[in-house]
Every structure is written in C-alpha cells, then in structure tokens.
C-alpha cells in the first residue's frame, strides 16, 4: 500500500471551516473522499484562519516554518481582501506571490497545486441589506484574477461560485452566522474538487 500523500491547505475562513466541526471542513471531506477512492490522503496540514486577506496568510506561512514538498496544495484566499475594500488590481500581485509560495511547497510542480476560485457570498443571508450586485462584481472581478493566475501558473482551477450562488438562498446551508457554509455546502466542495485533485495526485 502506497504511502498517504501530504496535503496542504491554505486559506481563511472558508478553508479553516468556520462554525463547522473539523471533520467537516472541505478539505477534510476532500482527503477522506480521496481515500475512499483509493488515493490514500494523510490529514490536511493547514494554515488557514478566519478573516485573513492575502497578506496575513503569506505572514502566517512564514510563521509556520513549513517544509516541502507536500503531494497536494489547495489556495483558497482573497474574499477577506473584498471584503475590507481591497481592489482587483491590489489583488492581482498578492494572490500571485501566494500561489508562487504554493507551487514552491509542491517541489515546483503547479499541477498539483489547486485554486478555489472565491465564494460568491452575495447571495448570502449575511450580505442582507448591502448591495448585492457590487458585491458580486466585486468577487467576480477577484476570481478574474486568480483564474487567469492559475492559468498563468498552470495550477488546476476549481470554480466553486457556480454553486455558492446556487446554495446561498437556503438558509438551512449556512452556519449561524449567515455567512459560512454549513458542512453539506463544504462536501459539495470537496466533490468538485476532486477531479483536479486526483488527477494532481496521479500524474502532477
């Protein structure tokens, strides 16, 4: 039996799966439905905290002494940089040092290194009474970004806004607070995910 592969996770609140319990949190449902599968996954290695923008996660890899290289990286990061007024523009340059530092983690192979493109949170509850539509502009313009980066990189691309947007008028997937995604949204995820993910793991 081949060894579980090394995974590393980096993110905010969307990865690190605010209000859920750990098992639950997309990666986890990712690395379990790898194994399932046949594709052994060891836990996720995670640096990841709520309300980091891309510059306190790149503090917080730094932080971490981490060492390479893992067989999997995933990059979720940037709704947090939205959030507090952050342009694309600004965007652009941090996502890109970001998922340089993934690819270096991933002994320089940006095939096994997957970026999630940004919830559309929108369509939340908690995006009740603001204004929905430049908010949607806004994350949209966001994930033109990281898209374009990973293309750039030749990272593999996991567009999860499709169904953040088709999820966010039910409240009932949604944690407490309106916002985060319950832990069948987080599943949902890790389903999309997967296709990337094991073709990452079988070729890189």
Request: charged content about 20%; glycine content about 12%.
């Given at each position: 039996?081949?060894?579980?592969?090394?995974?590393?996770?980096?993110?905010?609140?969307?990865?690190?799966?605010?209000?859920?319990?750990?098992?639950?949190?997309?990666?986890?449902?990712?690395?379990?439905?790898?194994?399932?599968?046949?594709?052994?996954?060891?836990?996720?290695?995670?640096?990841?905290?709520?309300?980091?923008t891309c510059a306190e996660l790149d503090a917080g890899i730094t932080a971490a002494g981490l060492r390479g290289p893992v067989a999997l990286v995933s990059l979720?990061?940037?709704?947090?940089?939205?959030?507090?007024?952050?342009?694309?523009?600004?965007?652009?340059?941090?996502?890109?040092?970001?998922?340089?530092?993934?690819?270096?983690?991933?002994?320089?192979?940006?095939?096994?290194?997957?970026?999630?493109?940004?919830?559309?949170?929108?369509?939340?509850?908690?995006?009740?009474?603001?204004?929905?539509?430049?908010?949607?502009?806004?994350?949209?313009?966001?994930?033109?970004?990281?898209?374009?980066?990973?293309?750039?990189?030749?990272?593999?691309?996991?567009?999860?806004?499709?169904?953040?947007?088709?999820?966010?008028?039910?409240?009932?997937?949604?944690?407490?607070?309106?916002?985060?995604?319950?832990?069948?949204?987080?599943?949902?995820?890790?389903?999309?995910?997967?296709?990337?993910?094991?073709?990452?793991?079988?070729?890189?």
């Open positions: 039996m081949s060894a579980a592969a090394r995974y590393l996770a980096l993110g905010d609140s969307y990865t690190i799966g605010e209000g859920v319990a750990a098992a639950d949190r997309w990666p986890e449902r990712l690395a379990a439905v790898l194994g399932e599968r046949g594709t052994p996954v060891a836990p996720p290695e995670f640096v990841a905290r709520s309300g980091w979720l990061i940037g709704v947090n940089d939205q959030f507090r007024g952050g342009s694309a523009a600004a965007y652009a340059p941090a996502f890109g040092a970001l998922l340089e530092r993934a690819v270096r983690f991933a002994g320089g192979r940006a095939g096994r290194v997957l970026v999630l493109s940004i919830p559309d949170w929108s369509v939340t509850p908690f995006a009740a009474g603001r204004d929905r539509a430049a908010i949607a502009q806004a994350v949209a313009a966001f994930n033109g970004v990281n898209r374009a980066a990973a293309a750039g990189a030749g990272a593999r691309y996991v567009d999860i806004a499709p169904e953040s947007r088709r999820t966010g008028a039910d409240p009932a997937l949604f944690t407490d607070d309106g916002l985060h995604p319950a832990a069948a949204t987080y599943d949902a995820w890790a389903r999309l995910a997967l296709p990337a993910a094991a073709a990452a793991l079988a070729g890189g």
